[in-house]
Structure formats: structure tokens, C-alpha cells
């Protein structure tokens, strides 16, 4: 049976992808900072599992070595593999570039881009070894035109796409497949935080996609080999539909 990682998934499109992905018959290893939330999102998700999958979870710190590298054990120990990592925690903070701290610049680095490369640098290694395994590691929009006021959220997603686009060519003579899904402006909490500081739509909200069409993206490109091979580039912007 596939078992999948999925990194800040608690809510918002992490969540809603771990939902999306036992109701199809996989096992998901979910986690965010907060333990509590993580335990109450796993008994939420294990209610749309059938006998055959399971939701299991722990409190992780992306940004956090140790974290990182006890969560990838509690995933192997428990289902033996891993076959899928969704690299989606994220942060963001809404504010000119100059008022920006060092430490909000380091936190959104750490978590959104240190994080994807300390879950890459503990899962991968299980992958070569096992030849397959495919990573979607979730950029954005914003991490291929950059937008006032978000200079530091637009250099951790930019340097999203430069990380995977790399490590994809690491790969290319494995069966492995390192992906990347940009999504555009999606109704989430994090949306909602920067549109309440200011930020302006592109699109209506009634044209938002919902975390839900995310989550059907990744499962798609997760099963389709065949349209979505390693180094593919997936963009996803609300407005289009």
C-alpha cells in the first residue's frame, strides 16, 4: 500500500490532500508545531479511511533537523516505506520589505524552503535505495512573479523551484519523480491573513479554487505517470476556471 508524507497538514491544502489521499486508499503520515491540532486532524482524517489505510501523525517542526529526521523514522518504522513526500508547509507575513524583520525573513525561510530541503535530504535516501518514490514539493505563483510585500514568502517559494528543479536532474537515472505545483491564490487561512493586511485579489473570491481542487491535483499527479514524469511543473491558478 502507497504511504505518502505530507508536511503542514493540519489544515488549509496539507489537510485537505491527507483527506483526498486516504479516501483514495493511502497512508498518510501528517504533522504540524502543534500536537494537539495534529492529533485532532488525525482522528478527522482515520474517519474517511477504510480498514485497509490509516492516518498516523506527530508534532514536527519543518525547519527542525531532529523533527524532520524522528517523523521520517515513525513513518518507515510503522508502514515500512515511504512512497510519496508533499513538501506544503508554509508561512507568509504580508508586509513591505523594509518593515520585515530577520526574524520573520528567517522563520519563512526556514520553514518553507530549509524545510523542504531537510525532509528531501531524510526521505530521499529511502527512495534511491527502494528506486521509486515521487516528491511534490508545493511552490507557488508567487515563486515565479514576485509581489509587493511579499519578498521574503516570493524568495522562499522562488527558491522552491530552483531546489527541485535541481535535485529532479540528481534523480534522472532512478525511478524517481521530483515535482513542483504552483498554486495561485487558494481559499486558505494563510489567503485570508495577507488579503485581511492588505493584500488585493487577482481574481473574485467566488472564482478562489478551494484546498479540495489542490488536493485532486496532487492525487492526480501523484497516479498519473504518465502525463506527470520527474521535473514536471504544474501550475494551478484560481481565476482560469
Same mark, same amino acid.
Given at each position: 500500500m502507497t504511504t505518502a508524507i505530507i508536511t503542514g497538514s493540519t489544515q488549509g491544502i496539507g489537510k485537505s490532500t491527507a483527506i483526498a489521499l486516504v479516501k483514495k486508499g493511502l497512508n498518510v503520515v501528517i504533522c504540524s508545531r502543534n500536537q494537539k491540532q495534529v492529533e485532532q486532524t488525525v482522528n478527522e482524517i482515520n474517519s474517511y479511511a477504510n480498514n485497509k489505510c490509516l492516518a498516523i501523525g506527530h508534532k514536527c517542526d519543518a525547519s527542525n533537523p531532529s523533527d524532520v529526521k524522528n517523523l521520517v523514522k515513525l513513518a518507515i518504522d510503522k508502514f515500512g516505506k515511504i512512497d510519496v513526500l508533499i513538501n506544503n508547509a508554509g508561512i507568509a507575513f504580508y508586509k513591505s520589505m523594509v518593515d +520585515? +524583520? @530577520?526574524?520573520?525573513?528567517?522563520? +519563512?525561510?526556514?520553514?518553507? @524552503?530549509?524545510g523542504c530541503f531537510l525532509f528531501c535530504r531524510y526521505v530521499l535516501p529511502h527512495m534511491i535505495k527502494n528506486n521509486s518514490g515521487t516528491i511534490i514539493n508545493i511552490?507557488? !505563483?508567487a515563486g515565479k512573479v514576485g509581489f509587493a510585500k511579499l519578498s521574503a514568502y516570493c524568495a522562499s517559494k522562488? !527558491? #522552491?523551484? !530552483?531546489f527541485?528543479?535541481? #535535485?529532479?536532474?540528481?534523480?534522472?537515472s532512478t525511478n524517481i519523480r521530483v515535482m513542483i505545483l504552483c498554486p495561485g491564490?487558494?481559499?486558505t487561512t494563510m489567503l485570508k491573513d495577507i488579503v485581511n493586511s492588505g493584500f488585493q485579489l487577482r481574481c473574485k473570491k467566488e472564482n478562489l479554487y478551494q484546498p479540495e481542487d489542490v488536493a485532486n491535483k496532487i492525487f492526480e499527479m501523484i497516479k498519473e505517470f504518465n502525463i506527470y514524469g520527474n521535473g514536471h511543473v504544474e501550475e494551478f491558478y484560481s481565476g482560469t476556471r
Amino acid at each position: 500500500m502507497t504511504t505518502a508524507i505530507i508536511t503542514g497538514s493540519t489544515q488549509g491544502i496539507g489537510k485537505s490532500t491527507a483527506i483526498a489521499l486516504v479516501k483514495k486508499g493511502l497512508n498518510v503520515v501528517i504533522c504540524s508545531r502543534n500536537q494537539k491540532q495534529v492529533e485532532q486532524t488525525v482522528n478527522e482524517i482515520n474517519s474517511y479511511a477504510n480498514n485497509k489505510c490509516l492516518a498516523i501523525g506527530h508534532k514536527c517542526d519543518a525547519s527542525n533537523p531532529s523533527d524532520v529526521k524522528n517523523l521520517v523514522k515513525l513513518a518507515i518504522d510503522k508502514f515500512g516505506k515511504i512512497d510519496v513526500l508533499i513538501n506544503n508547509a508554509g508561512i507568509a507575513f504580508y508586509k513591505s520589505m523594509v518593515d +520585515t +524583520t @530577520l526574524e520573520e525573513w528567517s522563520n +519563512t525561510i526556514n520553514i518553507n @524552503l530549509t524545510g523542504c530541503f531537510l525532509f528531501c535530504r531524510y526521505v530521499l535516501p529511502h527512495m534511491i535505495k527502494n528506486n521509486s518514490g515521487t516528491i511534490i514539493n508545493i511552490s507557488s !505563483g508567487a515563486g515565479k512573479v514576485g509581489f509587493a510585500k511579499l519578498s521574503a514568502y516570493c524568495a522562499s517559494k522562488f !527558491g #522552491i523551484m !530552483g531546489f527541485s528543479e535541481s #535535485i529532479s536532474k540528481e534523480v534522472v537515472s532512478t525511478n524517481i519523480r521530483v515535482m513542483i505545483l504552483c498554486p495561485g491564490e487558494i481559499n486558505t487561512t494563510m489567503l485570508k491573513d495577507i488579503v485581511n493586511s492588505g493584500f488585493q485579489l487577482r481574481c473574485k473570491k467566488e472564482n478562489l479554487y478551494q484546498p479540495e481542487d489542490v488536493a485532486n491535483k496532487i492525487f492526480e499527479m501523484i497516479k498519473e505517470f504518465n502525463i506527470y514524469g520527474n521535473g514536471h511543473v504544474e501550475e494551478f491558478y484560481s481565476g482560469t476556471r
